[in-house]
């Protein structure tokens, strides 16, 4: 008896600051496809996996592959978006050269015609763009009838290429034709992990940078018993976040009436709410329902201040519209989190600046996210580049790279200037893996000594054991006396170490005996930025932590260098210093400023006591790091909040 086919949907995470930080990686799309197969009445015909968040965020690309390799689906379904399309398409790779007969179906905000990395074909079956639920199952159909016939399934397919693209228009489905893939049972619900509703789909605006312009301006709403049902079924199943995803959640006409279901259920605050608005049709009553409700922060788009910037891209909105709701949802307790965009065809520098000081003048300084513009495959601006003088990026994240108003040195000089006004860093830094063992999942501590016997030179055994296959976040510790003559073999270990991971975070971990000439973090750094480029390591420099390749220094407790040689150290690199619990409890204020940073190497933390709330309280929370694994993932959680 033939067995039934297997469908594996997989959705690869952003990286992230650090592997105990959540990554939001939540694949609803996954799930949502996989509830469609059921209501189309293939469930029995095709058996459905959703690739769980915890191999997807743990193991790095080969182990990766392995175990999709290993399960030997039929079908491999891939949800592509900015941060993840390259590392996908490299997985779509691997599987195609040991998997020939596997059919690779992809999907997601990055498939659009006008998105190059998708012209090679050759890697995947088919692409969806636009929603899934009926488009996708359309092609899951045909593949299991293996015929051409499209029957009841109906597409527009692509004038070029053989490979069909799956053009699902304008979606009129009623949403509640598909019960939420918690409620189904398909996602679970983790108390450590945000949950993602959506109830409408749609977005009446026509912002030009957006991706939600791809889709209808004709807001389709789930019905409240079935957002009811979606919010108790989590809340009872223990989540502690929900995050809306509808573009604008209070543009709902029964706004009113889901908060107050949403506040009868959640009536015990057990879980904190998050959704985007949009400020232009907040009111007082709409913010004290969603106090009622239990939101605790809340998005709304600002973008510009320039009026004429914000009616050319089509988003329209006041800047003082904005302010006035910001206001109403602090005084009620929900955090506002303001979003300007630097690189809108029609700003300027000086269009920044007073964005920037909008933002601080009003008290949204700490919560406001600054982003470059991206231009999105798909969208209108990207597709009115050329005509408005815009040049961007070809590869993700898509920058702007310069406009009409704005060269690369106004971009840098805006962020430099937000940083400055707002004295602190734009996004979360990046943080050293300097824990002591391995996790169990996948290995993400490798060693190597340059002193030891068994170590050779640049092609030693001891360098191979050392980068092996590892986990999605790795750090690679290199100790010896003298590091700058072995330094080829450094060299050879990132070398390999990237070509088994390419998309892996690489935690380079100095670990000198001896003083070593400060030229040799250039070289190493050097060797780090020529290895293959990605989403990660074309961000810029404002968004350092999340360039995927660094070096630290983390000196043991019994070797003692100068401290002038340290000082120097700082300025290139984080120098971390072994010490123990009570050793950088003395002064934690002075920890990563008068002080190096510490690495706290107690096995056994009270993370419950009154010196770690000191801690907490008092230190840079990028000063302090730990060997211990738990000491570290408490830490990251209650000092710098990743949660």
């Known amino acids: ?49 959703v690739l769980s968040p915890e191999i997807t965020e743990h193991l790095g690309d080969t182990l990766l592959a392995e175990r999709v390799i290993a399960s030997r689906p039929d079908y491999l379904g891939l949800s ?35 998105n190059h990395l998708l012209h090679d074909e050759s890697l995947f079956d088919a692409a969806v763009v636009g929603e899934g639920e009926e488009a996708a199952v359309g092609v899951f159909a045909r593949w299991l009838a293996k015929t051409d016939t499209h029957g009841k399934w109906l597409w527009s397919a692509r004038a070029c290429g053989d490979v069909p693209w799956v053009l699902s228009g304008p979606a009129t489905f009623p949403l509640q034709h598909y019960r939420s893939p918690y409620v189904a049972g398909v996602l679970p619900v983790c108390s450590d992990r945000a949950v993602y509703l959506e109830t409408s789909r749609g977005c009446r605006a026509g912002c030009a940078f957006c991706g939600y312009g791809r889709g209808s301006t004709k807001v389709r709403e789930l019905p409240l018993p079935q957002v009811s049902e979606a919010v108790a079924y989590v809340h009872a199943h223990g989540a502690r976040e929900v995050v809306f995803l509808d573009p604008t959640f209070n543009g709902r006409s029964d706004f009113a009436a889901l908060c107050a279901a949403v506040a009868t259920i959640n009536s015990d605050r057990q879980i904190a709410l998050y959704a985007e608005v949009r400020a232009g049709s907040l009111t007082l009553n709409d913010v004290r329902h969603m106090a009622q409700a239990g939101f605790a922060s809340v998005e709304i788009g600002l973008q510009s201040t320039n009026a004429t910037t914000l009616k050319d891209v089509g988003c329209g909105g006041s800047p003082e519209r904005v302010a006035t709701a910001a206001a109403m949802l602090a005084d009620h307790g929900i955090a506002p989190v303001v979003d300007l965009i630097v690189g809108l065809p029609g700003d300027t520098f000086e269009d920044v600046v007073r964005g920037v000081t909008f933002l601080h003048e009003h008290g949204l300084s700490d919560n406001a996210q600054i982003f470059p513009l991206m231009l999105l495959p798909g969208t209108p601006l990207r597709l009115q580049a050329e005509s408005r003088g815009v040049t961007f990026a070809p590869e993700p994240p898509y920058l702007v790279r310069q406009t009409l108003g704005m060269d690369a040195d106004a971009f840098a000089r805006a962020f430099d200037f937000a940083e400055e006004r707002f004295g602190r860093d734009l996004d979360e830094p990046w943080r050293p893996l300097l824990v002591e063992k391995s996790d169990n999942r996948a290995p993400d501590v490798f060693h190597f000594d340059t002193d030891s016997r068994a170590f050779v030179g640049a092609t030693s055994a001891a360098i191979a054991t050392a980068t092996g296959p590892g986990g999605q976040h790795v750090a690679l510790w290199v100790r010896g006396n003298d590091l700058y003559v072995d330094r080829d073999a450094i060299i050879a270990a990132i070398k390999t170490r990237t070509t088994m991971d390419p998309f892996a975070t690489l935690d380079l971990i100095l670990r000198p005996r001896t003083p070593f000439p400060l030229d ?44 002038d040689y340290i000082d120097a150290l700082r300025k290139w690199v984080p120098v971390f210093c072994d010490q123990s619990w009570s050793q950088a409890a003395e002064s934690p204020e002075l920890l990563g400023t008068i002080r190096p940073c510490a690495r706290i190497i107690d096995p056994c933390i009270d993370t419950t006591d009154d010196t770690w709330r000191r801690l907490v309280a008092t230190s840079n929370p990028d000063a302090v790091a730990f060997a211990s694994r738990e000491a570290e993932a408490a830490w990251v959680r209650d000092a710098l909040g990743y949660r």
């Open 1 to 49: 008896m033939a067995s039934t086919p297997r469908l594996l949907l997989v959705q690869l995470p952003m990286p992230r600051p650090s592997p105990f930080a959540a990554s939001g990686n939540e694949p609803l799309a996954a799930g949502c496809l996989a509830v469609a197969v059921g209501v189309h009445g293939f469930d029995q015909q095709l058996t459905v996996e």
């Open 80 to 114: 592509l978006y900015v941060w993840n399309i390259e590392r996908s398409l490299h997985l779509a790779r691997q599987v195609r050269r040991l998997l020939p007969e596997t059919k690779i179906i992809i999907g997601g905000p990055e498939v659009a015609a006008d």
């Open 520 to 563: 040799l973090l250039d070289i190493l750094e050097r060797a780090l930025a020529e290895r293959a480029p990605s989403y990660a390591t074309r961000l810029p420099r404002w968004y350092g932590n999340h360039r995927i390749r660094h070096i630290a220094v983390c000196l043991p407790s019994d070797i003692v260098l100068p401290a």
